[in-house]
């Protein structure tokens, strides 16, 4: 009994440890920087760049390269934290338009009470397949709990913040190769909630959407549910039409390829 007893008092004591260490981690990543810390690791940065990524000079030119990093150094006069730095350092690393780049932030740790909580649950955003087309944000394929919601209706915001607005802090975290465009909503489209969350990283049980679909507009709280472990994802051919006038159709091969098609 007593060996039970220490083994017992060693886990929980391994729990506690690690969900201190993770407040711990948290805290660091999303504290505001010293303002020379910041400048110091954009030196850094560009000098990583520089040294390591060749042909950088195929779609910018140095000055132009250079002009933008001393445009960021320059903005920075208030310390903030490694996460907007993030979101400041992203279009800059981008412009040299090299898909293979990316530039990674810190993200945040769940503590042991955190994963208790998530464990078994599909987060909100997780519960819809999207497509973007012309900048617009729509659901491709509805996996919620509400019947309600129809492929093909439209996001036209999300907790308060325009679907336009999200989609291009979206676009700004990740590069396509040269001038290509297309890239940009299919990738964004299939990673949505990883990038999103990339956003806004902490957990929310409940998010806002506002729907549109013809002309009605409504607002719904979609909450996480308990993940169906028996459900296996669809291999049959799925096709839908997302607008009234069926010019524009999704169809769904098998998971995780889909394929858009817009009548001109």
Known sequence: MKLNSNIFLLVMTSLFLTGCSASRYNTKITSSLPVEK?????????????????????Y?????????????RNSISSPITSGKLFENLSPVIYSVRQG?????P?????TSQQKAIRKGKKAPLAQFEYLIDDNRLFIAKNLSADSTIQA????????GESAQEIIQRCYSLFASDGYNTTFFPRFTA?????????????????????FQRDANVREVYV???????????????????????????????KPNFRVLFNKV
């Open 38 to 58: 910041l400048k110091k690791d954009i030196d850094e940065a560009q000098g990583i760049l520089v040294k390591y990524k060749p042909k950088l000079d195929w």
């Open 60 to 72: 910018i030119t140095t000055d132009s390269l250079n002009a933008k990093f001393d445009t960021l």
């Open 100 to 104: 293979h780049d990316r530039l990674r």
């Open 106 to 110: 810190a993200l945040l740790k769940l």
């Open 152 to 159: 093909g209706t439209e996001i036209i915001a999300i907790n």
């Open 190 to 210: 299939v990673n949505f909630q990883k990038i999103y969350a990339t956003i806004y990283p902490e957990w929310k049980d409940s998010i806002r959407f506002s």
């Open 223 to 253: 909450k996480s549910i308990g993940v169906n472990t028996k459900q296996k994802n669809p291999t049959s051919r799925e096709l839908s039409f997302l607008t009234p006038d069926s010019t524009i159709a999704f169809l769904c091969c």
